[in-house]
C-alpha cells in the first residue's frame, strides 16, 4: 500500500487476527477505507478467483458508487443482527 494507494479495501470477514489488525491499521493509517462484509470465498468469487483475503480497488469513478452500496449492505446487515 505504500507506492500506490487503494481507494477501497475488501478485508475478508475470516481473515487471521494478527493479520486483519496489521491490514486495518495501514488502512487507516493511509486514510484508505475497508469493509469487512465477505469470508474469504466469497471475496474471491466476487473477482472470480479462488478465496482471497483482501482485495484493494484502485481510485477511480468506481469508488464513490462503491462506497455507497457498501453502506447500504452494512445497513441491511447490522439491522438483521
Given at each position: 500500500?505504500?507506492?500506490?494507494?487503494p481507494?477501497?479495501?475488501?478485508i475478508?470477514?475470516?481473515?487471521?487476527?494478527?493479520?486483519?489488525?496489521k491490514?486495518?491499521?495501514?488502512?487507516?493509517?493511509?486514510?484508505?477505507?475497508?469493509c469487512?462484509?465477505?469470508?474469504k470465498?466469497?471475496?474471491?468469487a466476487?473477482?472470480?478467483?479462488e478465496?482471497?483475503?483482501?482485495?484493494?480497488?484502485?481510485?477511480?469513478?468506481?469508488?464513490?458508487?462503491?462506497?455507497?452500496?457498501?453502506?447500504?449492505l452494512?445497513?441491511?446487515?447490522?439491522?438483521?443482527?
Amino acid at each position: 500500500m505504500k507506492d500506490r494507494l487503494p481507494g477501497f479495501l475488501f478485508i475478508a470477514s475470516d481473515i487471521s487476527a494478527d493479520i486483519g489488525q496489521k491490514v486495518k491499521t495501514q488502512a487507516e493509517r493511509n486514510g484508505v477505507e475497508y469493509c469487512t462484509l465477505f469470508d474469504k470465498e466469497k471475496l474471491g468469487a466476487l473477482i472470480g478467483k479462488e478465496m482471497r483475503v483482501v482485495v484493494a480497488i484502485q481510485v477511480g469513478g468506481f469508488i464513490g458508487p462503491l462506497k455507497q452500496e457498501t453502506a447500504k449492505l452494512r445497513n441491511f446487515f447490522e439491522e438483521g443482527r
